[in-house]
């Protein structure tokens, strides 16, 4: 069950990043979809934080609940970074609601929830777009 836990986390992780890839604004202004910020990276880039898991079965079959963070990194007008904010949102929510990870374990979902998103911008000019969200799974 643990060896499965850990599969369902590095799958939507990736199942997240193929998503963000196939987005129209992503694939043409995204110069970096990273595992964690980069101090050289292009911009604009993004990165992926950590999945956080936890259990969510039932009597009779394995759940997960998993909440990942998404960091879009950049320079410039807010525009951008707002545009590519909602675009990355979209493309969460519009990701298909069924999962195979890479051992072949099938699990389902209701689909992808985001629970937050912070436009933000430091002292040096640099945007942050930064945005939450949570996917519930069970296994098939």
């Known amino acids: 069950r ?3 836990a850990m599969s369902i986390e590095a799958g939507w992780r990736e199942a ?7 987005e129209p604004l992503w694939a043409a ?4 979809i990273g595992d964690g ?5 292009p911009v604009p880039s993004a990165w992926i934080g950590d999945v956080i ?5 039932v009597k009779d079959r394995p759940g997960r ?3 990942l963070g998404l960091t879009i990194f950049d320079r410039g007008e807010g525009e951008r970074i707002a ?3 909602a675009a990355a949102e979209a493309a969460l929510l519009a990701m298909p609601r069924g999962l195979t990870v890479g051992d072949g374990t099938a699990w389902e979902s209701s689909g992808a929830v985001v629970t937050r998103v912070r436009l933000s911008r430091r002292r040096d ?3 942050l777009a930064m945005i939450d969200a949570r996917l519930r799974a069970w296994g098939v």
């Open 53 to 57: 898991g936890s259990d969510w079965g």
């Open 125 to 127: 000019g640099t945007r």
């Open 37 to 41: 910020e980069s101090e050289g990276a």
């Open 16 to 22: 997240v990043r193929t998503a963000l890839a196939a």
């Open 83 to 85: 545009g590519l904010a």
């Open 65 to 67: 609940e998993m909440r």
């Open 2 to 4: 643990e060896e499965q």
């Open 29 to 32: 202004t995204i110069n970096r």
